[in-house]
């Protein structure tokens, strides 16, 4: 259309028929994950978050094809969010070690917020199933994760494929870090002790890297 004519009454009417959808998916999701943070998957019926958004039924099928659908649209949208806030942390710092420190810090925070705990870690596995659950790990945290490796490593010229192998043996520890702190009946306590373990084993390998690490490399086997 030309600049400076008027937008037609059909294209107002498409406009504001898709800001409206937009803005009826957003608060389907919203209510849902209200429920499913605090009664579960299977404690939560799509009669429940059809009333509770004010549609109806339909229009949740418009947007979703069943509560699997839209519980994988809650859960994705959980897991960016932290995630997003782990990143800034990460970005925050210059350091390659502080910016592992800071990664390890924000992922346990995460792990024990609430909506977190419950809809990522608790439900996901059971509502998804334990291998959409463990690609969609991979997909984010593990593409995290595997940037903050890469930097600690940057200096020892390795190849990828060992990099990694450490990036995986790193994530299956942030993995167990962050069951153990969902499941644990002070969230708060075992994640600082959790902290505190990873914590001293990053310091033990900046230790390493910071003394002759062609020594310690030679002495793991390692040909670089």
């Known amino acids: 259309m030309p600049a400076g004519q008027p937008t037609s009454p059909s294209r107002r009417q498409q406009s504001r028929r898709r800001q409206f959808s937009a803005a009826t998916r957003r608060t389907l999701v919203d209510e849902a994950a209200q429920l499913f943070a605090s009664r579960g998957y299977a404690g939560t019926s799509l009669d429940e978050i059809v009333s509770r958004a004010a549609v109806t039924k339909g229009a949740l099928y418009h947007h979703f094809a069943g509560k699997q659908d839209i519980f994988r649209a809650v859960f994705v949208r959980t897991e960016e969010e ?12 210059s350091d390659a070690w502080e910016r592992a420190r800071a990664g390890i810090r924000g992922f346990l925070d995460a792990c024990q917020q609430p909506a977190y705990r419950r809809i990522v870690l608790q439900e996901g596995p059971v509502a998804l199933g334990i291998e959409h659950w463990r690609e969609s790990e991979q997909r984010t945290t593990f593409g995290l994760l ?12 390795l190849d990828d494929a060992l990099v990694d192998s450490f990036a995986q043996v790193f994530f299956g520890a942030l993995s167990a870090a962050g069951q153990a702190v969902a499941t644990a009946a002070d969230t708060e306590d075992t994640g600082d002790r959790i902290g505190t373990v990873l914590a001293v084993i990053l310091a033990g390998l900046r230790a390493l890297a910071d003394g002759d690490a062609d020594v310690a490399w030679s002495q793991a086997g390692v040909s670089r």
């Open 82 to 93: 932290a995630m997003t806030s782990i990143r800034d942390q990460v970005a925050a710092e």
């Open 146 to 157: 595997r940037g903050v490796v890469a930097d600690l490593l940057a200096d020892y010229d």
